[in-house]
């Protein structure tokens, strides 16, 4: 069974720093790209940033551009986001996601971890 | 970025009904469109891929159809567990970005 499980959300100020964990299981993870998607309360959702099976390739949404960085661990079959000069808006639920292997989507989600931003 | 702009933002239906979604893309998308059911409290789940693959286990009354920059997720006949928030989802380039969603509720 295919599980991603999220770890490190919280409550930090803004201009604090967060590092998000993703523990795959249950499938090949290398075999796979990997993504960060989040949802902002009463929002829709948001991609944040993706990431190739051998991290040649990363790709961010223009807002977290400079300020978070994925990163995985194929050893360790984990997922990072690490996130500094956190805004307001970016509090949300952040989910780990994997990428599908036959096109761009994503196939499996974990259940999210939430990202509070406030002073 | 594609903008991908979904409606209506919110529908009300029955169970039985057969209802529709539109998604349309700010600029050319090809097929690389994805529709995702969202419940509260739960992980989003994938139903369609590229524009009108249904995943393996998705009930035969989710469908889709569209290309170019104009996409349609349709169930046949409502059942009481679709009542959800729908997304579009576009993958054309590396840059992904989601329709704002669509709540389907009891009417």
């Known amino acids: 069974e295919v599980q991603l499980v999220e770890s490190g959300g919280g409550l930090v100020k803004p201009g604090g720093s967060l590092r998000l964990s993703c523990v795959a299981s249950?499938?090949?993870?290398?075999?796979?790209?990997m993504n960060w998607v989040r949802q902002a309360p009463g929002r829709g959702l948001e991609w944040v940033a993706s990431?190739?099976?051998?991290?040649?390739?990363?790709y961010y949404t223009e807002s977290v551009k400079g300020r978070f960085t994925i990163s995985r661990d194929n050893a360790k079959n984990s997922l990072f986001l690490q996130m500094h000069t956190l805004r307001v808006e970016d509090t949300a639920i952040y989910y780990c996601?994997?990428?599908?292997?036959?096109?761009?989507?994503?196939?499996?989600w974990g259940q999210g971890t939430l990202v509070s931003v406030s002073s | 970025d594609i903008q991908m702009t979904q409606s209506p933002s919110s529908l009300s239906a029955s169970v039985g009904d057969r209802v529709t979604i539109t998604c349309r893309a700010s600029q050319f998308i090809n097929t690389y469109l994805n529709w995702y059911q969202v419940k509260p409290g739960k992980a989003p789940k994938l139903l369609i891929y590229a524009s009108s693959v249904s995943l393996r286990g998705v009930p035969s009354r989710f469908s889709g159809s569209g290309s170019g920059t104009d996409f349609t997720l349709t169930i046949s006949t409502l059942q009481p567990e679709d009542f959800a928030t729908y997304y579009c989802h576009q993958t054309y380039n590396t840059l992904w970005t989601f329709g704002q969603g669509t709540k389907v509720e009891v009417k």
């Open positions: 996601a994997r990428g599908f292997v036959v096109l761009p989507a994503v196939d499996y």
């Open positions: 990431i190739s099976t051998t991290s040649d390739y990363i």
């Open positions: 249950g499938f090949t993870f290398t075999s796979h790209n």
